[in-house]
């Protein structure tokens, strides 16, 4: 990462999803991991839950928190897999305006690194939503792990040169 000690660091205010049947807030480890690293790196966690892999309910969600304007962004975990209830991608879809393609693209390049081609399971993606950054990443606290440390924590970081998408976010609602 390419931080410019020249600018000030932005906090954002950061929204938690995790997407799974059968985690609790006493289990929800990835949710956890997220959460720690948008405190540590001096973000704000804007709201946190969990929901089951069910896509109206998720979309619904995304919804509620796109047009809360104190959220600049979500982070979900969990839903990006390939089996019939995993259905984040879909939810996704549902709420978008634009694709951020290079975010899965390079999230499974990352990933390769740790789980090899098992990666090409993964659907992990990002969009953004009237204005509103979200980021899908897979369940596993590994997946989160490569998500934040090797994408979202330089990205979401306003010092980040030659670009981040903190600096995009006045300009997201533009037509």
Not at 8 to 15: D, L, R, T
Not at 67 to 76: E, F, G, L, T
Not at 77 to 91: F, I, K, Q, S
Not at 94 to 100: M, T
Request: with cysteine.
């Amino acid at each position: 990462m390419a931080v410019d000690q020249s600018r000030s660091f932005k906090p954002i205010n950061i929204a938690v999803l995790t997407v799974s049947d059968t985690r609790t807030a006493a289990d929800d480890t990835s949710g956890d991991i997220l959460a720690d690293r948008i405190a540590r790196a001096g973000h704000n966690l804007a709201a946190r839950t969990i929901l089951q892999d069910d896509a109206a309910i998720i979309a619904s969600q995304l919804d509620a928190w796109i047009n809360d304007a104190s959220i600049d962004a979500i982070v979900s975990t969990g839903g990006t897999g390939l089996t019939g209830r995993d259905v984040t991608p879909e939810a996704l879809d549902r709420v978008k305006d634009k694709d951020i393609p290079g975010f899965g693209e390079l999230f499974r390049w990352l990933s390769f690194n740790t789980i090899g081609t098992s990666t090409v399971q993964s659907r992990a993606c990002a969009v953004v939503a009237r204005g509103t950054y979200i980021f899908a990443l897979p369940g596993s606290n590994g997946a989160v792990k490569d998500g934040w440390d090797g994408i979202l924590a330089e990205q979401l970081d306003s010092r980040n040169r030659p670009c981040n998408f903190v600096e995009l976010m006045p300009r997201l609602r533009e037509a």
